[in-house]
T-cell receptor
Framework: ETGVTQTPRHLVMGMTNKKSLKCEQH?????MYWYKQSAKKPLELMFV???????ENNSVPSRFSPECPNSSHLFLHLHTLQPEDSALYLC?????????????FGNGTRLTVT | LAKTTQPISMDSYEGQEVNITCSHN???????ITWYQQFPSQGPRFIIQ???TKVTNEVASLFIPADRKSSTLSLPRVSLSDTAVYYC????????????FGKGTRLHILP
């Protein structure tokens, strides 16, 4: 149990589908992140939220749309994805502003776009 | 952000002590050094964090020389389950710092 829960664990979707990934953290953190990890590549930072405000959008295509309704929940809405978007999508949280607050990751959603 | 350099891969044997060194020549005054471990199909897991000298927890030790231009993660008496990718990150602990992961070190423990 990492304190950060992601659902679903696996997702297969067609290019015309719309789906959402969900992340929930039970750690009382005030910052949340989406990362993408493709095969054999480093983790890529996608979005960062602090106190429910987006502070970073790392040049991510508009077919990925994040939503942070409160400090405990983070969503990634997906629509008209491409096969190259198949990857492990990881959510993380941290306590922004604290010197000793590392990232806490969930176990990710394995996304396959067909 | 300070750029980090670490070996792409390492092999070791069960029961050995493993040291993974990370170079970060342009580390800034307010940067912390943080190490993560990642198993396949899981999110990275925080191992240890330090600012200077030596830090030890139940999992590992982190050695940081006075100039802070490098750091060494030490894993005592490794087992097969320590086979994973280990990432060294350097940066200030703020969301605006864009926590970026490199390629990490792929550690393979042999029986």
């Amino acid at each position: 149990e990492t304190g950060v829960t992601q659902t679903p664990r696996h997702l297969v979707m067609g290019m015309t589908n719309k789906k959402s990934l969900k992340c929930e953290q039970h750690l009382g953190h005030n910052a949340m992140y989406w990362y993408k990890q493709s095969a054999k590549k480093p983790l890529e930072l996608m979005f960062v939220y602090s106190l429910e405000e987006r502070v970073e959008n790392n040049s991510v295509p508009s077919r990925f749309s994040p939503e942070c309704p409160n400090s405990s929940h983070l969503f990634l809405h997906l629509h008209t994805l491409q096969p190259e978007d198949s990857a492990l999508y990881l959510c993380a949280s941290s306590q922004d502003g604290q010197n000793n607050s590392p990232l806490h990751f969930g176990n990710g959603t394995r996304l396959t776009v067909t | 952000l300070a750029k980090t350099t670490q070996p792409i891969s390492m092999d070791s044997y069960e029961g050995q002590e493993v040291n993974i060194t990370c170079s970060h020549n342009n580390i800034a005054t307010n940067d912390y050094i943080t190490w993560y471990q990642q198993f396949p199909s899981q999110g990275p897991r925080f191992i240890i964090q330090g600012y200077k000298t030596k830090v030890t927890n139940e999992v590992a030790s982190l050695f940081i020389p006075a100039d802070r231009k490098s750091s060494t993660l030490s894993l005592p008496r490794v087992s097969l389950s320590d086979t994973a990718v280990y990432y060294c990150l350097v940066g200030p602990p703020r969301v605006e710092s864009k926590i970026i992961f490199g390629k990490g070190t792929r550690l393979h423990i042999l029986p």
